[in-house]
Nanobody
């Protein structure tokens, strides 16, 4: 399984960005897809996830601002990020858990200027 993340960039505080992640390869129906991020000098942290049944979860700091969803294409995932803050600056990684295996994308950089 290979993951390709895209959509990062530089945005002013209060702005929006849309991240996409496309997974290729054999993925089971019981897949969980999610986003993690790693701020500069900090550990990687959970952001949001979505199950095969479309159950979503978010870390508290992004609730009400970020929305995770499945894309129109099979095995794609979207993270819509609104009302961005400087604290959202990080490398964002997509993650897929399938059949007990974990796969990570290469990361996309989001920089929010204050």
């Amino acid at each position: 399984v290979q993951l390709q993340a895209s959509g990062g960039g530089l945005v002013q505080a209060g702005g929006s960005l849309r991240l996409s992640c496309a997974a290729s390869g054999t993925i089971s129906n019981g897949v969980v897809m999610g986003w993690w991020r790693q701020p500069p000098g900090k550990q990687r942290e959970f952001v949001a996830s979505i199950t095969a049944g479309d159950t979503t979860a978010y870390t508290d700091s992004v609730k009400g601002r970020f929305t995770i969803s499945r894309g129109n294409a099979r095995n794609t995932m979207i993270l819509q990020m609104n009302s961005l803050k400087a604290d959202d600056t990080a490398h964002y990684y997509c993650k897929v858990t399938s059949d007990g295996k974990v796969y990570w994308g290469q990361g996309t950089l989001v920089t929010v200027s204050s």
